[in-house]
């Protein structure tokens, strides 16, 4: 071997060991420290396990379900408007935020993330909610309006997912075999939040540190590896089909303009299909309005809500 071509191989072996073990220190919070430090009546239990539930306001319930790699945390700066008028339930789902992760990988299959929200309004006693469901959680929300029309009120879309989405997220992690644990670890450096954010925004200075932080404390759970494993499986795509001309519900799908992930063309046509669908854009807003432009978000859902 040539010199050159044996300093270039050292070289990679030398960063990538490097990479390694930086990624593998990243120290991930054990899931009883966490119970010890959030009180007992932010928790409900559905299947045996803790499901975390972040609450504000009263009035009509309002089901607010989160994206991938999102949590309840995603809806903060839209809950004291909303909360004025309405009852806010957004839990954490399975493989997110403080809710507990689960040893089997089916635990977070798509219809197990329907029967965890589904346990979250049953623990509350709550018949029938307005759902919201973000992105990857729009997903959850059209397939439990599809599956239990009753307990729907209504039915609003942000960004959704819908039959025929992916994530690129998925598809790499599932491709990553038996790396998944540094492939994870590695997702959750700042710098690699603090991008895919920033890639998701319309205005990427709204992205500050205090907003990382938050994604990556609810992500650096123990457990973490096995989650994003049962999230990204085969087994965990949706199974069966969803009949959008079933829908009597209203609904309101809700795109930012710009959003960068999802283009607002395809939510468009999505609504169009729906029986009693109404799009709406956000102008320069990305992928995620209820954090980038949350006036605009409330201005937009709130007359839908009440009407």
């Known amino acids: 071997m040539p010199i050159e071509s044996l300093l270039v191989t050292l070289r990679t072996i030398i960063v990538f060991g490097t990479t390694v073990l930086a990624v593998s220190c990243t120290p991930l919070q054990p899931y009883a420290e966490i119970r010890t430090q959030i009180p007992d009546d932010r928790f409900v239990t559905v299947d045996g396990s803790q499901v975390y539930v972040e609450q504000w306001g009263a009035g009509d319930p309002v089901l607010l379900i989160h994206g991938f790699g999102g949590s309840s945390h995603n809806w903060v700066r839209v809950a004291d408007e909303l909360g004025d008028r309405y009852q806010l339930v957004a839990p954490d789902l399975r493989g997110f935020g403080w809710s507990e992760r689960p040893h089997e990988y089916q635990a977070y299959s798509f219809e197990s993330q329907v029967e965890t929200v589904l346990g979250v ?101 123990e457990g973490v590896n096995r989650a994003f494993r049962g999230l990204t499986a085969e087994s965990s795509r949706p199974q069966g089909s969803i009949d959008i001309d079933a829908l009597e519900m209203p609904t309101l799908v809700l795109w930012g303009s710009e959003d960068p992930l999802l283009p607002a063309e395809s939510g468009q046509r999505f609504a169009e299909a729906i029986p009693d669908g109404t799009f709406v854009t956000i102008p320069k807003c990305g992928h995620t309005p209820m954090e980038e432009t949350p006036a605009a978000f409330v201005a937009a859902i709130e007359p839908f809500l009440s009407r």
């Open 121 to 221: 309004l049953n623990a509350l006693e709550i018949e029938r909610a307005h759902v919201v469901g973000h992105s990857y959680g729009g997903g959850v929300a059209l397939w439990l309006a599809s599956r239990h029309p009753e307990r729907v009120r209504s039915l609003v879309l942000v960004g959704s997912t819908f039959p025929g989405t992916e994530f690129d997220t998925g598809r790499r992690l599932r491709s990553a075999g038996p790396l998944t644990p540094i492939a994870v670890r590695w997702m959750l450096r700042p710098s690699f939040l603090r991008n895919a954010l920033e890639s998701s925004y319309y205005d990427p200075g709204k992205v500050d540190e205090a907003l990382v932080e938050e994604y990556r404390e609810r992500l650096r759970v």
